[in-house]
């Protein structure tokens, strides 16, 4: 009887800590569950390294073939379940076939892993690093245990980092004129601009700022784009004159940006755009989407 | 939108914005009581959310800003108390920027910029500049007006003022009034845009509700008045030119009607004296419907007071030609706004005139070239017709006679008349009433005769018809009431040397004359007065009068009063001539003139026999006659004689039997002259007595056949009276037993059956009686005398 109970209770408990866990910064991280866990912060180029101890179920034997532990980087296309795609795959064997009787702790260490993509959750695509320890048995089935880590790569502010000015408009109706003091924003940064406007005949009744995110995954006819809103900012109220000059201030900090994603292994890319919005009396929308990098400012602190 | 809507609903959506406020201010209360920054940042967003509306009118969105701005007050104490929400101001400054909606989010802003500017980690102007900076996101009139109207609330204690604690550190006074002035700027521009937020037929509900909010622009100014560290200077280089730009270039005449008047009454006057040319250089820039009049005579009251308040400050007005600059400017004003009603232009030249009288009272010129500003403008133009437009020129001609409460000043101006040639006839007159009034309320004396000769063409719409006036049209009583005054007004003509008073009584008789029949009797009676009294100076005068070349002689101006009088009768007025000539008779006689006095009688009596027909003027006419005629004592024995002897004769003559024997009886007053060398023959009184008594037979016996009563004894009792006199004044011919005699016959009468009962007569014999006992009693001579006659 306790031989059946056992084949559907795990054999053993296997736990995975960090060698700087303690000190190491943590993020949270949505599981697919909907669940946000805290899980540790890796940079690319880090050594990765701890303790894998495997304690077996009291006063039961493990035997195994083996024991490995893998560093994984999986893109996850949601369209296409089940199907990852692997672009790291670093393996470690911590022990050779044998048994277990008693807890047991195994070191474990990847050195300076390259690390190019952050962890991205998106809306249909997932970019994801895990720790997998598989302890391989015959008959059984192997034991495995995933342990989530986030990446985040930090870069140096770009050398260059042009404002964004454009005049647009709509002939004879609504000339307008507007800037932003870069294209290129850290995760943080304040978009700082000002819209000048040339000409209006329209009746304007708001003007919002918007950011959003385009994500497009696959690539040639298998293409999904999916765009979000992540920020609408109402930047002016009621119906301006020629000649007014309107401020905009935006800070970043409370929206859930990522830096921008260029064609990320061939598989996905993420791109944001400011989008200028003009909403008439008659609820017309005239609106006009200019693309700004994100970037992610490495933490002085 | 709100315009179209009806009270109803506004009440309805006041009601919800309100209990909008009420409900997240509840939340908010009680995030604050717990110290909660997030939720108080949510909730007071939400709760700004409400002012996001626009379906209300500025009355009723006014009381909504009201509420919020009560839960604002409550959420900045919270804000600065760090202790208690664990956030810096610096990053709360940032953390309410991110409030999604612009306006929750700026009202927000102000609440912790004004935390943040008390904290003083920041510069106070910086604060500001951001601030007011930060508030043009909110272009919608009313909402941004009462946004930036919350902000000026705000910085009002935290500009960096000199004195203010925010002073220093690079925040100057001019920072703060950069601040106000931006924020005015802004608010200005706002509130000229509200006109255009509605369809064009209900501009003058817009305008309205306009007006309603433009004192929530004009705060701005108040502030920057009240900012100690504008002085002369700044307000000069950078306060006035700044504001007056706005001004100008916004073009709603609204705004600029309420803005200037706003300058011009928040700032000192010392400043608009200093900087007189400036800020009447944006006159002529305004709109032309700007009712710049108001305004600039506004700007002049205000001068002219500040001038009055003390003289220290009157060498400040000639230092900067007050005078020549506005009336400079009020020229271009004139001649920039063309479609200006005269009233207006006027009404200028009355405020300049006020001004000039104020604070250069010693200029006369200045008056004059008002005067004659005026005269220009009206020359263009026919008489005027405008009535708002006429009294103004009446107060424009009344100003100078108020402030020199002399009449003397007005006629120097040359102007003066001619303005008055521009008034049609009716206002005309009433400005020569004010002329009058005005001598007469500062008893004002004109002393030459070139005066009066001004005063009299000034007033020429009194003393003579002008052409176009119907008579008829004249309103009897003010007709009266307009003559009597000028009748008044010949009073005042007087000067101590009798030459220049001839000349003045010529003067004015050469106007009168052109009077006509109407006028005449009004005027020729002070004149004639007038010179009576110049007469009996002369007369005072004495010896010296005998100098040979004096010309004024009473001799001369009897010749001239008897012309003058002539035509009095022409006209005709033969009773008002005649008293005239009497009182002329009574004066030539009073300066022995006995051929003067006798040829006054002579008019007299001839007027009395060709004009004065009517009875009862008759009587009143020989009782004058026989009165004067009484008093003369220049006469010879025979002239008097010829006189009185035609008197008598008028009285025998008169129609009425009473009368007859009233005027009889005053005749024998005419032979017993009760002074020391008076005529007094009894025998002649008698005689006249005696007839009278004849007479009041007569009439007796008329009423008896006529009406088959007997008249009133009055007529008897009267006479008996006549013997009382004369027996007292020792009149031999009076006897006691005549006396006797005629009681008698009373009694009988008043005891005969055909006696009418009277009883006024019977108490006036009764009272006669009770003297005669009185007398009697006395004892002494008259006793004695009294003592035969029993009653």
Redesign the interface.
Known sequence: MNYILGAFKPACHISITFSDGKSRKQVPLKKENGQTVMVPLFQSQENISGKISIEPVSGKKVEHNGIKVELLGQIEMYFDRNNFYDFTSLVRELDVPGEIYERKTYPFEFSTVEMPYETYNGVNVRLRYILKVTISRGYAGSIVEYQDFVVRNYGPPPSINNSIKMEVGIEDCLHIEFEYNKSKYHLKDVIIGKIYFLLVRIKIK?MDLEIRRRESTGSGANTHVETETL???????????RG????I?L?L??YELTPTYRNINNKFSVKYYLNLVLVDEEDRRYFKQQEITMFRLGETS | MMIADGIEDEEKWLAEGIAGIQHNAFYLHRAVESNNLREALKYSAQLLSEL?TSRLSPHKYYELYMRAFDELRRLEMFFKDEDRHGCSVVDLY?LV??A????P?LYLLCTVGSVYIKSKEAPAKDVLKDLV??C??????I??LFLRSYLAQISRDKLPDIGSEYEGDGDTVMDAVDFVLQNFTEMN?LWV?MQHQGPIRVKEKLDKERSKLRDLVGKNLHVLSQVEGVDLEIYKDTVLPRVLEQVVNCKDELAQYYLMDCIIQVFPDEYHLQTLETLLGAFPQLQPAVDIKTVLSQLMDRLSNYAASSAEVLPEFLQVEAFAKLSNAIGKVIEAQVEMPVVGAISLYVSLLTFALRVHSDRLDYVDQVLGACVKKLSGSPKLEDNKATKQVVALLTAPLEKYNDIDTALTLSNYPRVMDHLDAGTNKIMAMVLIQSIMKYNTCVSTAEKVDVLFELIKGLIKDIDGTLADELDEEDFKEEQNSVARLVHMLYNDDPEEMLQIICTVRKHIMAGGPKRLPFTVPPLVFSALKLVRRLQGLDGEVAGEEVPATPRKIFQLLNQIIEALSNVPSPELALRLYLQCAEAANDCDLEPVAYEFFTQAFVLYEEEVADSKAQVTSIHLIIGTLQRMNAFGVENRDTLTHKATGYSAKLLKKPDQCRAVYACSHLFWVDDQDGIKDGERVLLCLKRSLRIANAAQQMANVTRGTGGPVTLFVEILNKYLYFFEKGNPQITSAAIQGLIELIKTEMQSDTATPDPASDAFFACTLRYIEFQKQKGGAMGEKYDSIRI
Request: net charge positive; hydrophobic share 30%; aromatic share 4%.
């Open positions: 708001n920020a609408k900012f109402e930047l002016m109220d009621g119906a301006p004159v007014e000059s309107i401020p201030r800070f900090s409370p | 996001r940032e920027q991110h999604g909606n612009v306006l989010r900076e930060m043009r996101s909110v272009q919608h009139p909402r941004g521009k845009r």
